[in-house]
């Protein structure tokens, strides 16, 4: 059995043009050793969850700092389930205020990283909570 | 869920079973072939078709018109693009979806991102697994886009039925034309940007190295084909070169010239993977030749002799 590197989408949903911090996390997930895909900017939630079925991902990261995510999340959720992607962890970035967390959360988001997270934190995380699939020995 | 699932699933157009096959591919390990195993005597019809040239002259702006009226057409597309592997890190940035999220909607189009990881040829060492698998699964169209190349990059040729270089203006004047590389392959030459200042210029240019090509009869005659993602001039003919020549491999015979070459190919990668995995767990070879006690080519002959006593199991 060989190992294989761990693969995350990057994703920026909706109406939203601040790229800086998705730009900033995929560079850092590349540098732990992660193969990153890159999905660019206005993504609706169809095709984020098209590209993390076709990538076949192990993990998603969501960055959102338009203000939409109570009403976007949900519908990206609703398209991974449709296409059976139950067991990817998906975490969200950007600025979520402490108040909607809690709801967020239950929507099945593993984790909410807000303004001042460092990198570390980030990628640990992930690393740590990513699905154990029979293809993969970390 | 088993393999053996997995590939009914994808030889009955389930995306998500293509997708978890490609990553088992991906991983060259025992499933790889297990799963190489399972799709013997599936596919064989696809068009496979590579796309190279530098970093950013529209390979992916391309596809994703190409993917598009393709899938118009009622053609189904698979797209395989490959991106850097990080020496540093082996991580990796794959960007190549950026350009076709549009796309990957359309149900006939499978958009899949590969890393390079060991390879620095443009490809990425499950390459030629993943046209198998695309082939099995029925797509018509097989796109293979390399990492960025520039000149020397060539192995592309070796994995695919028809070859598409595309050029943008103002990267170097005509003595790039005569440099021997990428240059003296390709079938169809797409000039992209043709709406920018010296693109008319690239494109004589460029027909005029062609018109030098030693002449043979039946042979075909490389196109080349103006286009643009501003305007959308171009790509209706850039899909009609690429099936005329298609149809040429068919019509001419070659495509059994290019199924020899192929197959010496994926033998020869074979043959290079199987002495990478028992390199690995022979680094005291290496130690001696660092050491001085053996020279790089004794070493190289010790290290293939005791190759072919091991069972394959072993590694």
């Known amino acids: 059995m060989t190992t294989r590197p761990l693969r995350i989408l990057i994703a920026k949903p909706g109406l939203d043009g601040h790229d800086r911090g998705a730009k900033v996390m995929a560079r850092a997930f590349r540098d732990a050793g992660f193969e990153v895909i890159y999905t660019g900017l206005f993504q609706t939630p169809e095709m984020i969850a098209t590209a993390a079925l076709q990538e076949d991902v192990d993990a998603i990261g969501l960055s959102i700092l338009s203000g939409a995510h109570m009403s976007l999340f949900p519908r990206i959720m609703s398209e991974l389930r449709q296409r059976g992607l139950d067991d990817v962890l998906v975490v969200a970035g950007g600025t979520i205020p402490e108040p909607d967390i809690a709801e967020v959360l239950a929507m099945g988001i593993a984790r909410v990283f807000g303004p001042g997270t460092s990198m570390s934190t980030a990628i640990a995380y992930v690393r740590e909570h990513a699905p154990h699939r029979p293809d993969h020995v970390a | 869920m088993s393999l053996d699932d997995l590939v009914s699933g994808a030889l009955t157009g389930n995306q998500r079973s293509l997708s978890r096959l490609a990553t088992f591919v991906e991983s060259q390990s025992d499933q790889a072939s297990a799963v190489r195993q399972l799709l013997r005597g599936h596919g064989g019809s696809a068009h496979v078709v590579g796309i190279t040239g530098p970093p950013g002259a529209g390979k992916s702006s391309i596809l994703a018109h190409l993917a598009t009226s393709l899938s118009d057409a009622g053609k189904s597309v698979a797209v395989i693009a490959v991106d850097p592997t990080s020496p540093l890190s082996g991580g990796a940035t794959l960007g190549d979806r950026i350009r076709m999220s549009e796309a990957a909607l359309r149900p006939n189009v499978f958009i899949r991102s590969l890393a390079s990881r060991s390879r620095l040829d443009g490809l990425a060492p ?190």
Not at chain 2, 142 to 168: K, P, R
Not at chain 2, 187 to 204: C, E, F, M, T, W
Not at chain 2, 267 to 291: H, K
Request: charged share 20%; proline share 4%.
């Open chain 2, 126 to 315: 499950a390459t030629l697994d993943m046209i198998r698998l695309f082939d099995a699964a029925g797509y018509g169209y097989v796109f293979l886009e390399t990492v960025g190349s520039g000149q020397n990059q060539v192995e592309i040729a070796n994995h695919v039925q028809s070859l598409l270089l595309v050029e943008a203006p103002g990267a170097g004047d005509s003595v790039q034309m005569l440099k021997a590389g990428i240059m003296e392959l390709a079938d169809v030459y797409a000039v992209n940007k043709a709406d920018l200042p010296g693109a008319q210029l690239l494109s004589r240019e460029l027909r005029s190295m062609l018109s030098l090509n030693e002449q043979f009869p039946g042979q075909w005659q490389p196109r080349i084909v103006l286009c643009s993602n501003e305007t959308g001039e171009g790509f209706a003919d850039l899909i009609q070169a690429i099936d005329d020549h298609g149809a040429h491999l068919r019509q001419s015979g070659t495509a059994q010239e290019h199924r020899h070459r192929l197959a010496r190919s994926k033998t020869m990668y074979a043959i290079q993977q199987l002495i990478d995995r028992y390199a690995a767990v022979n680094e005291e070879v290496f130690a001696a030749v660092a050491d001085g006690q053996l020279t790089p080519e004794g070493a190289a002959e010790t290290l293939l002799k005791s190759i072919s006593q091991v069972p394959r199991p072993e590694f």
